[in-house]
């Protein structure tokens, strides 16, 4: 069954740092997606990237970056020059083939707390 | 406006009581999802549902029951409530055709069972 681990559970930096979140998956599909949400403490989802299993190159959004590397089976998510607003859970998750559609399997998420 | 709405957004009821959670959505997807969210577990699915006809159970459907009133509507029931159902649930859709072919979540709703 697919599985995705997030092993830090928190993390507190001091604003203008860099700071990855690490996430790890498992699964035996060979065609898979992969994704990133943000939980500020507003409560709501937010869909910060979607990455298929044929598609490796990194990708760099601003001051968010992803590092997949399918030989760890290791999808990373890096925030430079961490600003407050960047406090929030962030959630790794997996898509599993659900009858021509698919679920998500999260991770246990990591809270990240940027320091003023 | 919202995409995917939820109603009610915060909830507290007693145990034993009956509490229907509210999902309905402007996208147009077929696809509608319920899920729970616990401290340091994630999200995990409770129900999803294809179109009106299909339903599904998820990983977590024991205690719960849903009902897809048209393509737009998907209504999770707790028949009696229970403690530990007490979490933040997410209903969410999703469009297989779509370009990023993710899936849109509602604000969710807090439910608090005393």
């Known amino acids: 069954a697919q599985k995705v681990t997030q092993a830090q559970t928190e993390i507190s930096v001091v604003e203008k740092e860099d700071v990855t979140l690490d996430c790890v998956y498992e699964t035996r599909d060979t065609t898979y997606y992969l994704f990133w949400y943000k939980q500020p403490p507003s409560g709501e989802l937010v869909f910060l990237i979607r990455r298929n299993s044929f598609d490796e190159q990194n990708e760099i959004s601003g001051r968010y970056s992803w590092n997949f590397q399918k030989s760890t089976s290791s999808f990373n998510f890096t925030i430079t020059a961490s600003q407050v607003v960047d406090s929030a859970v962030y959630f790794c998750a997996l898509s599993e083939p659900l009858q021509g559609a698919q679920k998500l399997v999260f991770g246990q998420g990591t809270r990240l707390t940027i320091n003023p | 406006d919202a995409d995917v709405t939820q109603t009610p957004r915060n909830r507290i009821t007693k145990t034993g009581k009956r509490i229907m959670l509210e999902c309905s959505q402007t996208k147009g997807h077929d696809r509608m999802y319920w899920y729970r969210q616990d401290p340091g577990l994630g999200l995990r699915l409770i129900y999803y549902?294809?179109?009106?006809?299909?339903?599904n159970k998820g990983e977590i459907s024991d205690g719960y029951s849903v009902s897809r009133q048209a393509q737009a509507k998907f209504s999770l029931s707790l028949e009696s409530a229970i403690p530990n159902q007490t979490a933040l649930y997410f209903c969410?859709?999703?469009?297989?055709?779509?370009?990023?072919?993710?899936?849109?979540f509602g604000p969710g709703t807090r439910l608090t069972v005393l």
């Open positions: 969410a859709t999703s469009d297989p055709g779509g370009v990023r072919n993710e899936q849109f």
């Open positions: 549902s294809f179109d009106v006809k299909d339903i």
